[in-house]
């Protein structure tokens, strides 16, 4: 019998409600920033509200309070719209994390909340017809024709962090960025099916305690990418850089070679002083932006190495002459992605990068020799590009 646990399960929801508070706190003081910061907050508190409402919902089911039956009607209404508004946030959180570029227009935010509001609306019809639910005696909650409808809202948010989950861990080959997708593809399947367990198991009181793990899971995952992530520009650290580079140097040879590259904003210091602090990060998310893309396309690791600096290793998959002249060409193609980013965005001013590159076959040469190396022909690079503007 439920009831005879009923000291257990409130002291546990007590216990997990107040690790959610801990986690709000956290999040305020550790760990992300931006949207990605607003949405896990969003989804912390509409978990808080959710568990002291679904645990007096639960109370009533087993018969230890008496609510009044409208006050029971309210709370049972609260406790459904509130697992599609979970939804909602898990959903609009992982499409920011995951970087998803359309979560930057205006209709993101609209259609974002589209099954919320069709959830609500359902709710709203069921109160007088009983299509979602209705509440049968004082304490006993029935399911109505439309609820598979009512289901189906939360549901379409899973379904699309699935799809974009997937998607973009076909196409990112990041290791900071595959992470997390693999870890959003795992929560999402697991709060979903936790979800749609609850609505068969009401008493149980499921939800909030698969929820909260979930919550914990991501939160976990939050701070071990940032071990390995850059705050502002959400690539490659330097530490992660010096990891994996020192892996593929062991690896390297005369016939399987490794292009490692060293590059940094041209006049960057000029965009911070003209333009202010601010429009110096959009310029190095402009940067990191081209840099991932172009990392994507030839299937290379990128990082920022610090300040304006970024370090960027390619292994062509199959080594050859016409490999040197796409080592260069990738330098080519960095230059006029910034070029057009810029326009795009309509900047006042160009960006550009001073690159330089070594080709590296030894593996018993340390990366900080072939750092080194590539440094050099950076400022070599940086040197020719002075004189040929003095001279034009």
Same mark, same amino acid.
């Given at each position: 019998?439920?009831?005879?646990?009923?000291?257990?399960?409130?002291?546990?929801?007590?216990?997990?409600?107040?690790?959610?508070?801990?986690?709000?706190?956290?999040?305020?003081?550790?760990?992300?920033?931006?949207?990605?910061?607003?949405?896990?907050?969003?989804?912390?508190?509409?978990?808080?509200?959710?568990?002291?409402?679904?645990?007096?919902?639960?109370?009533?089911?087993?018969?230890?309070?008496?609510?009044?039956?409208?006050?029971?009607?309210?709370?049972?209404?609260?406790?459904?719209?509130?697992?599609?508004?979970?939804?909602?946030?898990?959903?609009?959180?992982?499409?920011?994390?995951?970087?998803?570029?359309?979560?930057?227009?205006?209709?993101?935010?609209?259609?974002?909340?589209?099954?919320?509001?069709?959830?609500?609306?359902?709710?709203?019809?069921?109160?007088?017809?009983?299509?979602?639910?209705?509440?049968?005696?004082?304490?006993?909650?029935?399911?109505?024709?439309?609820?598979?409808?009512?289901?189906?809202?939360?549901?379409?948010?899973?379904?699309?962090?699935?799809?974009?989950?997937?998607?973009?861990?076909?196409?990112?080959?990041?290791?900071?960025?595959?992470?997390?997708? $693999?870890?959003?593809?795992?929560?999402?399947?697991?709060?979903?099916?936790?979800?749609?367990?609850?609505?068969?198991?009401?008493?149980?009181?499921?939800?909030?305690?698969?929820?909260?793990?979930?919550? $914990?899971?991501?939160?976990?995952?939050?701070?071990?990418?940032?071990?390995?992530?850059?705050?502002?520009?959400?690539?490659?650290?330097?530490?992660?850089?010096?990891?994996?580079?020192?892996?593929?140097?062991?690896?390297?040879?005369?016939?399987?070679?490794?292009?490692?590259?060293?590059?940094?904003?041209?006049?960057?210091?000029?965009?911070?002083?003209?333009?202010?602090?601010?429009?110096?990060?959009?310029?190095?998310?402009?940067?990191?932006?081209?840099?991932?893309?172009?990392?994507?396309?030839?299937?290379?690791?990128?990082?920022?190495?610090?300040?304006?600096?970024?370090?960027?290793?390619?292994?062509?998959?199959?080594?050859?002459?016409?490999?040197?002249?796409?080592?260069?060409?990738? $330098?080519?193609?960095?230059?006029?992605?910034?070029?057009?980013?810029?326009?795009?965005?309509?900047?006042?001013?160009?960006?550009?990068?001073?690159?330089?590159?070594?080709?590296?076959?030894?593996?018993?040469?340390?990366?900080?020799?072939?750092?080194?190396?590539?440094?050099?022909?950076?400022?070599?690079?940086?040197?020719?590009?002075?004189?040929?503007?003095?001279?034009?």
């Amino acid at each position: 019998m439920f009831s005879e646990f009923l000291s257990l399960y409130v002291t546990i929801y007590i216990i997990l409600f107040v690790v959610a508070l801990y986690l709000l706190h956290k999040l305020d003081t550790d760990i992300a920033t931006g949207l990605e910061n607003t949405f896990f907050r969003g989804l912390i508190i509409c978990y808080l509200i959710y568990v002291p409402i679904s645990i007096l919902a639960t109370l009533q089911e087993v018969y230890v309070i008496h609510m009044p039956y409208a006050v029971f009607h309210a709370v049972t209404f609260l406790r459904l719209f509130l697992v599609v508004v979970c939804c909602g946030n898990i959903y609009m959180f992982s499409v920011v994390r995951l970087n998803i570029k359309y979560t930057e227009k205006k209709y993101f935010r609209i259609t974002a909340f589209v099954p919320e509001i069709v959830a609500f609306i359902l709710l709203l019809i069921s109160i007088s017809n009983g299509c979602i639910y209705s509440i049968i005696g004082t304490s006993y909650v029935k399911y109505g024709p439309l609820f598979p409808l009512f289901l189906l809202c939360g549901v379409v948010y899973f379904v699309l962090i699935l799809v974009v989950s997937i998607e973009g861990y076909f196409r990112n080959r990041t290791f900071v960025m595959r992470s997390k997708m $693999i870890t959003t593809i795992i929560a999402d399947c697991y709060i979903m099916v936790s979800a749609l367990l609850a609505t068969r198991f009401t008493k149980g009181a499921l939800f909030p305690a698969t929820f909260i793990s979930a919550i $914990i899971f991501f939160f976990v995952n939050m701070q071990e990418s940032g071990i390995f992530t850059d705050a502002l520009t959400k690539m490659n650290n330097r530490r992660k850089a010096i990891e994996y580079i020192e892996d593929q140097i062991k690896e390297i040879g005369e016939n399987h070679p490794m292009f490692l590259y060293m590059g940094d904003i041209n006049s960057f210091k000029a965009i911070n002083d003209q333009y202010g602090h601010l429009e110096g990060d959009q310029a190095l998310m402009i940067v990191a932006d081209v840099l991932k893309e172009t990392a994507a396309k030839h299937d290379a690791f990128v990082a920022r190495y610090g300040g304006d600096e970024f370090i960027m290793c390619w292994i062509p998959e199959e080594y050859s002459e016409a490999s040197a002249g796409e080592a260069r060409g990738i $330098i080519t193609e960095i230059g006029k992605g910034l070029e057009q980013r810029c326009i795009k965005n309509r900047k006042p001013y160009t960006l550009s990068m001073g690159i330089g590159y070594v080709r590296c076959v030894d593996p018993n040469t340390s990366l900080a020799e072939y750092l080194k190396t590539a440094d050099k022909d950076l400022y070599k690079n940086k040197a020719a590009m002075k004189a040929a503007m003095a001279a034009a």
